[in-house]
Every structure is written in C-alpha cells, then in structure tokens.
T-cell receptor, first 118, second 106 residues
C-alpha cells in the first residue's frame, strides 16, 4: 500500500508553545488529507479535512484558530497546535487519499504523533 | 451514542484459535466500510474495505463480512498469531468505532 509519513512520532512541549506536525504522502499525490486525534482506548475523532490549495474544513467543536492546518502541496499537510495546553496532549494521526471522488479511494494513515504538553 | 459500535470491547484468545469481531453502524450514507488494525502507539493499517455491493472480502487470514440491510459487519481472524494482538477498528468516511482490543496468548 501507499506510504504516509508523519513527523515527529513523539513530541513533548511546554504549555503555551506551538507544535507543528507534518504529514507527507511519500509515493502518491494526496488530494485530500485528514487529521484525527485519538484518546486512549477511544476511537479516531476526525478534526478536519484538507484539500490541497484550499482552506481546511473543521469538524464541529474543533477550534480552527488553535489547530492550524495547511495543505500547501499534494504531498504535504501540516497541523500546528498553537498555544498548547496539557489538555491538548493526545495522539494525532493523519491520513491521505488520492483520486476522485475521495470516498471511493483508500485512505492511508500515518504512524501518528504522540503529543505531550507539560 | 456512537454511530459505530464494536463488540466485544476486548478479547483474549489462545494462539492458533479463530475469533470474530463485530461492528454495527448507524451512520448514513455510508459509501464503504473499512476494517483497520492498530498497534499500540501506531497509526491504523487498512485490512479490508468494502462497498455496499460486497458482502465478503478476504485479506489473508482476515475475512470481513458486511450485511448492508442490518448494518452489521464482522471481521473473522483465522489461526491467530501473537502478532495479531492489536486494536481492530471499523468505520467509514469520518466515523469509527472505539475498537476491539485483541490479545493473543501463547
């Protein structure tokens, strides 16, 4: 299957700082990328959907000014957690799709990023 | 109430045994249903993806079934191995279940 690389895999930051997480599709062009967060023993919660070159669509309850998403190219999307607080500590996962329509194609997940805010 | 419910929440089986995981969903529309395997601290890896026109799909020792009328799916694992220990998640589009944690013991 296609490869989606997420970086970093783990990050610890101080409260009040910002953290950027990268999601790259290594061997295909991702027209659509998704960002999720996952709490222990819980399901993946979709945060936002981003299409290359356009603004991300955020799910209800997700603060777009806190979780900045940029999908500047067909192989890279970034999630920036701004002014991080301990409650933002979580497992963040991206996935990427290609093809049209997006629903009919496979989504490949990155390996996830464990964010700990201290 | 979660739109995708999985059962059991956790399962322990002996190596070599078979097991079946269940997934009931209420989301609509649901263009396809996916099963993923997620190791602890890792991203999910796709096992199967099925559209409404398919009612069974196999991937090695994994066989998924889908009943679109009852909105139920199952994942059957044959001849389990220690490496099958993981969380198994079903879902589609943007909605996923909480997963079933499978532990395979020697």
């Amino acid at each position: 299957g296609a490869v989606v690389s997420q970086h970093p895999s783990r990050v610890i930051c101080k409260s009040g700082t910002s953290v950027k997480i990268e999601c790259r599709s290594l061997d295909f062009q991702a027209t659509t990328m998704f960002w999720y967060r996952q709490f222990p023993k819980q399901s993946l919660m979709l945060m936002a959907t981003s299409n290359e070159g356009s603004k991300a669509t955020y799910e209800q309850g997700v603060e777009k000014d806190k979780f900045l998403i940029n999908h500047a190219s067909l192989t890279l999307s970034t999630l920036t957690v701004t002014s991080a607080h301990p409650e933002d500590s979580s497992f963040y996962i991206c996935s990427a799709k290609t093809g049209t329509p997006p629903e009919n194609t496979e989504a490949f997940f990155g390996q996830g990023t464990r964010l700990t805010v201290v | 109430k979660n739109q995708v419910e999985q059962s059991p929440q956790s399962l322990i089986i002996l190596e070599g045994k078979n097991c079946t995981l269940q997934c009931n969903y209420t989301v609509s529309p649901f263009s396809n249903l996916r099963w993923y395997k997620q190791d602890t601290g890792r991203g999910p890896v796709s096992l199967t993806i099925m559209t409404f026109s398919e009612n069974t799909k196999s991937n090695g020792r994994y066989t998924a079934t889908l009943d679109a009328d009852t909105k139920q799916s199952s994942l059957h694992i044959t001849a389990s191995q220690l490496s099958d220990s993981a969380s198994y998640i079903c879902g589609g589009k943007s909605t996923f279940g909480d997963g079933t944690t499978l532990t395979v013991k020697p």
